[in-house]
């Protein structure tokens, strides 16, 4: 497979607290489910025909206004797929999906099923009155066993299996018995350099895992993050490897966004001198 250098994600900081970032569901469903659209319907559960190809996701109305869509693609029998991401799904949402699906169908002359994820039991999982029917396909990933994810990727690397991306990437949202969020993101990210053939990888499969996991997680559990990536050594990998670039890409992305300094020394290793010297370079 093959990565783009500016594939990274962008991530914006929220107002109210200094590490916690806003809107990283979007931002990792859309950067995660983009670099491995190959793996994406296997690690949704979705017998569907291969996706073939990324589509356009804005849609310009005759007002000239314009709305995104989270993710869209082709699929080898020439129908959609639209994925989104939502944590609390309303009735507005519902609406707001199936206007999607619409424009979606008008835009590219194709059918599209809509999959929406979420980690919540949802409210609403369709529309049915007289002037509308619509049902999406929901895919709760909070209902899925961490513990269980955990063993069989363990299962895998000791066959020599391939292990699916995602699967590493959303673990933290799997639900576990014994283990907290940081607990399960310690024992995924862990498993990369077992799991990923591919060195390039292992860094942007880590950071987008641990963007998740940032929101989940208490003042007081996000020095258990911050020591967890210290413990994963993932700066001196990635210098072992030469993949320190991409480090760096990473930390002008959060610091373009204006997460605190701090926290991305924090999160990727580097100096509060090297952040400065790539913030005058931005």
Not at 133 to 145: H, S
Request: avoid cysteine; charge should be negative; hydrophobic fraction near 45%.
């Amino acid at each position: 497979m093959n990565l783009s250098k500016d594939s990274f994600i962008t991530v914006q900081a929220a107002g109210r607290e200094p590490l916690e970032i806003h809107k990283n569901y979007d931002s990792v469903l859309k950067e995660a489910i983009g670099l491995y659209k190959g793996e994406a319907l296997a690690f949704l559960g979705l017998d569907l025909p291969k996706i073939t190809e990324s589509l356009n996701v804005e849609f310009t109305e005759i007002e000239v206004k314009k709305s995104y869509v989270d993710l869209l693609f082709k699929l080898e029998d020439d129908t959609g797929l639209n994925l989104e991401w939502e944590a609390a799904i309303s009735q507005d949402d519902m609406l707001r999906f199936a206007s999607y699906n619409a424009d979606s169908r008008r835009l590219h002359k194709m059918p599209f099923v809509t999959v929406v994820l979420t980690n919540k039991k949802p409210a609403v999982s369709y529309i049915k009155d007289e002037t509308l029917a619509f049902t999406p396909m929901v895919i709760n990933l909070g209902e899925r066993d961490g513990d269980k994810l955990i063993a069989d990727i363990k299962e895998k690397i000791a066959k020599g299996e391939s292990v699916n991306p995602l699967e590493i990437i959303y673990a933290p949202l799997y639900n576990s018995i014994n283990k907290s969020v940081v607990g399960l993101f310690k024992e995924a990210a862990a498993l990369v350099p077992q799991a990923i053939k591919d060195e390039a990888e292992h860094l942007k499969i880590i950071v987008l895992s641990m963007v998740l996991t940032n929101k989940f997680v208490s003042a007081d559990e996000m020095e258990e993050l911050y020591m967890v990536l210290e413990e994963l050594k993932i700066v001196k990998y990635a210098e072992e490897k030469g993949i320190e670039k991409g480090i760096e890409k990473v930390a002008k992305n959060l610091l373009n966004q204006g997460l605190d300094t701090a926290a991305i020394a924090k999160a990727t290793g580097l100096t509060v001198e090297k952040l400065k010297e790539l913030q005058q370079a931005i």
